[in-house]
């Protein structure tokens, strides 16, 4: 993981945050209790192409039969807060309070956008990220039962491809990821993907509104 010298020596706002991802950049705290952030610009980026994204058969089938309530924007903070707990998939998190701060400011002024999957009251998985133009920034995902994280990143790819999405960015890739198709691609083609995307115009909400 690189750590660039701070282009933005500034009090951090949701605004700098929102200038850092279209320029490339995004920030992480070392773990949880860290009190400082830091910017990030990897050398290869982890993206899901949106024209090729891949679903598993197992994956599809449980789709079909699932009985979960899939919600968007309902409760951003008990997804963030799912997401920075360590768990039996994770051992540390890097979303601090600043962060949590941050994409929470976010999230009231619709930058920030959730998918969350929901066994009657209690929330069982989930994922948040960032909308800006056409671009969607996949910050974190989590699950408590299993299969839920990829639950919500297939609806998540369905909800942006629907909307007109031209990038999903995934910032980094893991195993999982790979699964639904994730590649790495230079920093160059990165940016240049990047400048198409915030560009253009994209709908998060383009789903419902085509299911009424």
């Keep these: 993981m690189s750590k660039p010298t701070d282009p933005f020596a500034l009090e951090l706002t949701p605004e700098l945050i929102i200038r850092a991802y279209q320029s490339g950049i995004f920030p992480m705290a070392e773990d949880a209790q860290s009190t400082e952030l830091f910017w990030v610009s990897p050398e290869r980026r982890g993206i899901i192409p949106l024209d090729g994204y891949h679903l598993s058969r197992s994956l599809r089938k449980t789709l079909r039969s699932h009985s979960y309530q899939i919600r968007v924007d309902t409760d951003f903070a008990a997804v963030i807060e ?11 998190t890097w979303i601090n309070d600043d962060i949590r701060q941050l994409y929470g400011a976010l999230f009231d002024r619709g930058v920030a956008h959730t998918v969350e999957v929901w066994d009657g009251e209690a929330l069982v998985g989930g994922l948040y990220g960032l909308s800006i133009g056409a671009a969607f920034f996949g ?42 198709g994730a ?23 383009a789903i419902e509104r085509a299911s009424r």
């Design 183 to 205: 590649i790495e691609i230079p920093r160059a083609d990165y940016e240049q993907r990047l400048a198409m995307a915030i560009g253009s115009v994209a709908d998060y909400g």
């Design 139 to 180: 910050e974190s995902m989590f699950h408590r039962k299993t299969d839920c994280s990829k639950i919500a990143m297939a609806h998540l790819l369905e909800r942006l491809s629907a909307g007109g999405y031209q990038l999903l960015d995934t910032q980094f890739i893991t195993d999982h990821l790979r699964t639904f």
């Design 82 to 92: 799912g997401c920075a707990t360590a768990g039996t998939d994770r051992q540390s």
